[in-house]
């Protein structure tokens, strides 16, 4: 199983991001996602999350009301979109797979590579 993030970048604070997560190997669809960021000397933290089937989610509470997360099952993909970044939200950011969704990152079995967010003041 692969998990490919996307969609990183320089960002000024105020702007927007949408970060993709692709799967491939085998299909993650019942599968709970998550996204986690790491920032430069700190412990990596959770972010959002969402259930199999897209209908729960939930988020980090220093992202919520900014950042909303989705799934297309049928493109085993899901998405990060984040609004009104804020320079504290720079960092690596993660996708995850688990068995369900969690904010705990010791539930999840498999991780994509990071993508770069920074986010300039």
């Known amino acids: 199983v692969q998990l490919q993030a996307s969609g990183g970048g320089l960002v000024q604070a105020g702007g927007s991001l949408r970060l993709s997560c692709a799967t491939s190997g085998r299909t993650l669809s019942n599968n709970g996602m998550g996204w986690f960021r790491q920032a430069a000397g700190k412990e990596r933290e959770f972010v959002a999350t969402i259930d199999w089937s897209g209908g729960t989610t939930s988020y980090a509470a220093s992202v919520k009301g900014r950042s909303t997360i989705s799934r297309d099952r049928a493109k085993n993909t899901v998405i990060l979109q984040m609004n009104n970044l804020k320079p504290e939200d720079t960092g690596a950011y993660y996708c995850?797979?688990?068995?369900?969704?969690?904010?705990?990152?010791?539930?999840?079995?498999?991780w994509g590579q990071g993508t770069q967010v920074t986010v300039s003041s």
């Open positions: 995850a797979a688990g068995p369900r969704s969690n904010w705990d990152l010791g539930e999840y079995n498999y």
